[in-house]
Nanobody, 124 residues
Framework: QVQLVESGGGVAQAGGSLKLSCAAS????????MGWYRQAPGKQRELVAT???????KYTDSVKGRFTISRDNAKKTVTLQMNSLKPEDTAVYYC??????????????????WGQGTQVTVSS
């Protein structure tokens, strides 16, 4: 099993900054993709930013130039620095990991995991 533990989030004013962090633990062989999704009330969960093990990033258009994703493969952590926050960034943010994990049989299995979610609220 793999666990994703998030930290950060909270309340910020428009134009302010927040930082989210996520640490993965468990029987991990490697993490292919790690990143963040968000879900606002009444809306579907959407990709915010992801990074592959090799450092290739993907951002949703609305956060480009404002959010920066970084990753430490050795520590199995991912961080999202959020600057120039807007009220429309308000959502629950979920850490995501596409993991190759070591099963009890010794086989390598590919599974996706989610964190518990952390609230980000941006006031105008």
């Amino acid at each position: 099993q793999v666990q994703l533990v998030e930290s950060g989030g909270g309340v910020a004013q428009a134009g302010g900054s927040l930082k989210l962090s996520c640490a993965a633990s468990g029987s991990i062989f490697s993490i292919n993709v790690m990143g963040w999704y968000r879900q606002a009330p009444g809306k579907q969960r959407e990709l915010v930013a992801t990074m592959t093990e090799g450092g290739i990033t993907k951002y949703t258009d609305s956060v480009k130039g404002r959010f920066t994703i970084s990753r430490d493969n050795a520590k199995k952590t991912v961080t999202l620095q959020m600057n120039s926050l807007k009220p429309e960034d308000t959502a629950v943010y979920y850490c995501y990991a596409d993991v190759q994990e070591i099963a009890s049989t010794g086989r390598i299995l590919n599974n996706e995991y989610w964190g518990q979610g952390t609230q980000v609220t941006v006031s105008s």
